[in-house]
């Protein structure tokens, strides 16, 4: 009996010790239950990225347009005033004006399209349009200012959208000679 008594008694404890732990496993799950349904902050953050990255991705995208919209207005106001120098060099010895300022602009401008530049140029007093304009040398007078102007339709790819209409750089430099 005295067997039957230290084995019940051993079952006892085992039997104690099982009931605690399912006790304990029913107060943790409970609380992980009670932390989950109070709207803890563990899904909040994931919740707040996905709101604000999209935002962010936007902005990021259009500071990056704006800087090769940027970068593409001061290669072309650096290659007209290039183009213009170089007409005022060769004021004397060129047969075609526009072309010989249209290649020093394109040259100048390597990032550019030469294709999408238009030129405009004005001498003595006359507006000559387009890349070539043999002929108008003429215009070209000893210590009369020369104005070359260029616009640049130039295109702002963003995921897959072109916005090429709403990007129309223009520059345009006056040179003297002296």
Do not use: W
């Amino acid at each position: 009996m005295v067997e039957a008594d230290k084995t019940s008694g051993h079952a006892g404890l085992a039997h104690a010790a099982t009931l605690r732990e399912l006790h304990a496993r029913r107060h943790s799950l409970i609380a992980c239950a009670r932390e989950l349904l109070s709207g803890g902050s563990q899904g909040s953050v994931l919740v707040e990225i996905a709101l604000v990255l999209p935002m962010l991705l936007a902005v990021l995208t259009a500071i990056c347009a704006f800087g090769v919209a940027f970068n593409n207005a001061l290669s072309l106001t650096s290659a007209v005033g290039l183009g213009a120098q170089q007409l005022q060099l060769i004021r004397t010895t060129t047969s075609d004006p526009c072309a010989d300022t249209l290649s020093a602009i394109k040259a100048a401008a390597p990032s550019l399209q030469g294709s999408s530049i238009n030129l405009s140029i004005t001498m003595n007093g006359t507006t000559v349009t387009g890349s070539s304009c043999s002929g108008d040398q003429s215009d070209l007078v000893a210590g009369g200012p020369v104005t070359v102007s260029a616009t640049y339709a130039c295109a702002l790819p963003i995921y897959g959208t072109t916005f090429s209409k709403a990007c129309q750089l223009s520059a345009k430099v006056t040179e003297y000679e002296y």
